[in-house]
């Protein structure tokens, strides 16, 4: 009896003890509180651990890139002996088969093995989902950034942001490796189309929409990247050396970083690449004081693919693995995406802690700071996701995805022959007629694009979008073979129009370098073959950058429609422009050039006695109908000016039109911009309809940052007459 009553007695103390969650456990406590109890409670093999993130084929079948079944002795291997507390999927790394049960599957699987670690820290999981949950087949697809900064629209990338961040979550993901926050400063740069184009304030904007969608519903950390410079591309290359004065770094490229910050960004990537001969990895100046003392970011800094390597292995300036450890942790650097090699990670950094290279303090900042990432993910109560809602986001949001498409298509040139009035042949042809591949761009399912037709993604092509949505009456016909240039004469010489869609071929980072921005030899002959046929013709274009064409281009087509990298629903979206269903109003968010050798090129240059031309001015875009511009009005307020006008649809066909506002600045001691972008709008009207609008000006857009050469100081808004150009009209404000 007593041994019974003893028995139950361990039992009831045993029960109360298990259900009696751990301060770090229990939702109830205070943030700060929990993540200190836990941080006090790891050896520092875990607090490593936790700074660690591993790409998750190191995880799957034999090798590091194999995509074989979630392989038991890497799972201990990572998971357990390492503590990796963080795993992402790099480009195309996909469960086999991809859909998204098989992710909820595969997310809640890698879960439940970290689960079951010594104190239950739940894995925080991030991928790429640049442009809609982009690895994972059956999400849908968006148009990339620089489409949709073409759109000139922050709600409409914000509402994307909050679907995508839905769909991130429901397979078990958590971290979004986006949005990139660097200018896209030159066209010949592979990464140029993940941007939202050369303008620092548009980009501002949009970066700071994506952020606030991504993170509305608290579920998913966004990450601002990369960290700072990338954008400059100088020579064009991905990841070349980049030479930013300070001042350009401060009014041109910090701005979408402190707005992303601002916007409550929970992470933030560091740039691979190096700026004024420092690589940014080993910057404390630039992860540190500016990126913490400055911009006031508190979340974590995770590394870019390997780049604590590179250190030693690119741009040589650490000897050892253990040195470029040593520099990057201590440049401010939290979390490494090792991506492959866990083990020397975590040995090196644990050696340097030993040996009191690197203090254990520093580690204990990084760690906690992830510690509070994923409590304020809520990961330690709600870890896993269901196969039901993973597969709820298949099929979802096609009309946004068409929406958003069709909002991006920026109509370079038309002589009239769009829209289509009725034609009673179409005739299409061209290599990104009927091929999604071209239509999405990298950063789809594959890292470099889709590569195979097993795995293709639901979409709509150019072909297929023009005959669904073709008027009674209208035959659309696909010549698919175009090799025969007679032939090709002979099809365009029976229709009524003839669409041609070129493009570039998916490509993602420096893969994507071009020296050209040409697009093969051969597209250009069937615009040549179908103009001189007399048929009238339309040129639509996927791709991620302007592209320079021989002048008889230009002449040949009769309209030439920008579509960008617009996803999924690209085709639909063309067909709804092309036919006039959707009044194009996307203006570029870069300067086309005339030639490759103009490069580098922004619109925003500085006085000089030679002003460079591009083809098409920054904020080109053309309408099916007319707006006119009322009186403009200025007034000063205390912090803003505001300024009013009236926006008239003087033409047949309702339609929305994008306002820019472009200052130039009175002289002043240090040179500025003759025009700099400072405030813009975009308003839908009716035929015949006029709107009152305001935009408002923060005066601070106005500022310069004032010093001689190497002047490092925060900008200053100096008083005088400036003026504010929209459309055209001029108006000025004295800044007392
Ligand atoms: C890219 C990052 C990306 C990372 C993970 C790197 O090569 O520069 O933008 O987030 O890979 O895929
Ligand atoms: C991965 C990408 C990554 C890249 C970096 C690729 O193999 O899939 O996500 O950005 O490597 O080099």
Same mark, same amino acid.
């Not at 400055?294 to 650490?318: C, M, P, Q, Y």
């Not at 920026?410 to 002589?415: A, F, P, R, S, V």
């Not at 839908?684 to 490092?712: A, F, H, Y």
């Given at each position: ?15 109360? *003890? ?26 520092? +093999? ?19 890139? $194999? ?25 195309? +790394? ?49 148009? &990339? ?20 961040? %839905?769909?991130?979550? +429901? ?13 896209? /400063? ?44 990338? !954008?400059?591309?100088?020579? !064009? ?12 770094? #401060? ?11 601002? *916007? ?51 741009? %040589?300036?650490?000897?050892? =693995? ?20 866990? $083990? ?35 990961? =330690? ?60 761009? !990298? ?30 009456? @209208?035959?659309?016909? &696909?010549?698919?073979?175009? %090799? ?52 009238? @013709? ?13 002048? $008889? ?50 619109? $925003? ?20 109908? #007319? ?34 506002? =472009?200052?130039? %600045? ?23 309809? /006029? ?40 108006? /000025? @404000?004295?800044?007392?």
């Amino acid at each position: 009896m007593a041994v019974i009553s003893t028995c139950v007695m361990v039992w009831l103390v045993l029960t109360y *003890a298990w259900a009696q969650p751990l301060p770090y456990q229990d939702p109830t406590q205070p943030l700060a509180a929990r993540v200190a109890d836990l941080l006090g409670r790891m050896t520092l +093999a875990e607090k490593v651990g936790q700074m660690t993130q591993v790409n998750v084929t190191r995880l799957m079948g034999r090798g590091e890139w $194999d995509r074989g079944p979630l392989n038991e002795y890497w799972l201990r291997r990572i998971l357990i002996d390492n503590h990796v507390g963080s795993l992402l999927s790099g480009g195309g +790394a996909a469960p086999v088969p991809n859909h998204p049960a098989a992710w909820a599957e595969f997310t809640n699987t890698l879960q439940r093995y970290a689960l079951d670690s010594r104190l239950g820290i739940p894995l925080i999981y991030g991928t790429d989902a640049v442009h809609g949950h982009n690895n994972v087949v059956g999400a849908t697809i968006y148009p &990339h950034n620089i489409g949709l900064a073409a759109a000139w629209d922050p709600a409409l990338v914000e509402e994307i942001a909050v679907r995508t961040a %839905r769909d991130v979550r +429901a397979t078990g993901i958590h971290w979004n490796f986006a949005p990139v926050a660097d200018l896209g /400063r030159d066209p010949r740069w592979g990464r140029f189309y993940e941007t939202f184009g050369e303008d620092p304030l548009l980009a501002s904007e949009l970066v700071a929409a994506s952020v606030r969608g991504l993170q509305a519903e608290g579920r998913i950390a966004a990450t601002v990247k990369h960290f700072i410079g990338y !954008g400059q591309a100088s020579t !064009g290359l991905d990841r070349a050396p980049t030479f930013i004065p300070p001042r350009t770094l #401060r009014d041109t490229h910090l701005p979408p970083f402190a707005a992303g910050i601002q *916007a409550g960004a929970l992470t933030v990537m560091a740039n691979s690449g190096s700026v004024n001969a420092v690589p940014v990895h080993a910057s404390h100046y630039l992860l540190t004081e500016v990126l913490r003392g400055e911009l006031g970011f508190t979340g974590v800094v995770v590394s870019d693919w390997n780049d604590i390597e590179k250190l030693v292995t690119v741009h %040589r300036v650490a000897a050892t =693995f253990a040195d470029a450890v040593a520099m990057s942790i201590n440049a401010g650097v939290d979390m490494y995406m090792v991506p492959h090699d866990a $083990d020397s990670f975590t040995r090196t950094l644990i050696e340097l802690v030993e040996d009191g290279v690197v203090t254990e303090a520093r580690i204990d900042e990084a760690v906690t700071r992830i510690l509070t990432l994923k409590m304020t993910l809520g990961l =330690f109560e709600d870890p896993f996701t269901t196969a039901a809602e993973a597969t709820g986001i298949v099929e979802v949001d096609r009309d946004l995805a068409r929406r958003a498409a069709a909002a991006s298509i920026t109509l370079l040139e038309n002589d009239g022959t769009l829209p289509l009035e009725s034609p009673a042949t179409i005739l299409v042809m061209g290599p990104a007629a009927a091929d999604l591949a071209m239509q999405m761009g !990298g950063w789809t399912i594959g890292w470099q694009g889709i590569e195979s037709r097993a795995e293709m993604p639901p979409g709509v092509t150019v072909v297929q979008g023009l005959q669904a949505s073709a008027a009674e009456g @209208v035959t659309v016909k &696909h010549l698919q073979d175009t %090799r025969d240039t007679a032939a090709v004469r002979a099809a365009a010489d029976e229709a009524d129009v003839v669409v041609v869609v070129l493009g570039e071929a998916p490509y993602a980072e420096g893969y994507g370098d071009s020296t050209s921005l040409a697009l093969p030899a051969e597209q250009l002959t069937l615009v040549r073959t179908a103009a001189a046929s007399g048929t009238p @013709v339309v040129v639509v274009l996927f791709a991620g950058r302007p592209l320079v064409f021989p002048e $008889d281009f230009w002449q040949a087509a009769n309209a030439v429609v920008m579509a960008y990298l617009p996803g999924s629903e690209g085709g639909t979206a063309v067909a709804d422009v092309l036919y006039g269903t959707h009044n194009p109003a996307g203006r570029l968010p870069f300067a086309w050039p005339r030639s490759v050798g103009q490069l580098p090129l922004t619109y $925003d240059a500085l006085p000089g006695p030679q002003t460079p031309e591009p083809l098409l001015p920054f904020g080109h875009g053309l309408s099916y109908t #007319r707006f006119t511009l009322g009186r403009v009005e200025a007034e000063l307020t205390s912090g803003a000016i505001a300024l009013h006008f009236e926006v008239a649809n003087t033409g047949e066909r309702s339609g929305s039109k994008v306002v820019p506002v =472009f200052l130039e %600045r009175p002289p002043l001691p240090v040179m500025a911009p003759v025009r700099q972008l400072v405030g813009f709008t975009r308003v839908t009207l009716n035929p015949g309809e /006029r709107q009152r609008l305001t935009i408002n000006i923060p005066l601070k857009r106005l500022s310069v940052v004032l010093g001689d050469v190497l002047s490092d100081t925060a900008p200053t808004v100096l008083p005088g007459v400036y003026t504010l150009h929209v459309e055209g009209v001029g108006v /000025r @404000v004295t800044v007392p």
